[in-house]
């Protein structure tokens, strides 16, 4: 049987990305399934010991143990660029390809070639973080020439306590960017449960939604030649024609 594989690299405290990854291809087993390997993620900020949680070579190594499993692409499932900068995101891909033969990508890299692919310059930011790490994001997405017309945060840096806010909140926080009419949200997060609320929020705001879960699997589907368009209710994205 032909399968295709995809590898995650996954923050060791988050509870949401494995299960909604799973959720969201579900529909396409056994074709398609998802594999992951968790390295030491456990608080988010900007200090040398938070920061130091996202040296490349720990996720070198988990990506060598999802080479094992002959994977098809790998994803780095986490949103470090957000503050790091996205830079670090493209040299990360390169050294897992040069590592092990394995096209790469990440979740921050996905969102940013959604938002290109749709034409949307004017993003809602919703995430759990502080202000000084959202501070980070909005400079870094200002930088790369979007403008961040929106930004709502939960002001919560243990990783693990982004799984205990519930789809209402993230729901109520994705209302309020909105107001703003931005031509598309990012819920910048992999350990937040945005996953489910897109379809739902698309419909009553009018407005795409990037969950980094989901565009991760969006991403990560294109990038092994299976057809996104095949998983439905997960969001417009997988539905969308635009070229990627």
Known sequence: MQRTLLGMLTPSSNTVLE????AILAGLLPAVTAHFQRFRV???GLSDDALAQFDPAALLEAARLLADARVDAIAWNGTSAGWLGFEADRRLCAAITAATGIAATTSVLAINDALVALGARRIGLVTPYTPD???RIVANYCGAGFEVASETHLD???NFSFSDFDEEIIARDMRAAA???PDA????CTNLRGAPTVARMERELGIPVLDSVAVTVWKTLHMTGVDP??????GALFQSKVAR
């Open 133 to 135: 790490v959202q501070a």
């Open 19 to 22: 299960p909604y990854t799973a």
């Open 185 to 188: 949200l990012v819920i910048l």
């Open 179 to 181: 107001a703003a009419r």
């Open 156 to 158: 919560e840096a243990d």
């Open 42 to 44: 456990t608080r988010i």
């Open 229 to 234: 368009s095949l998983i439905r209710g997960w």
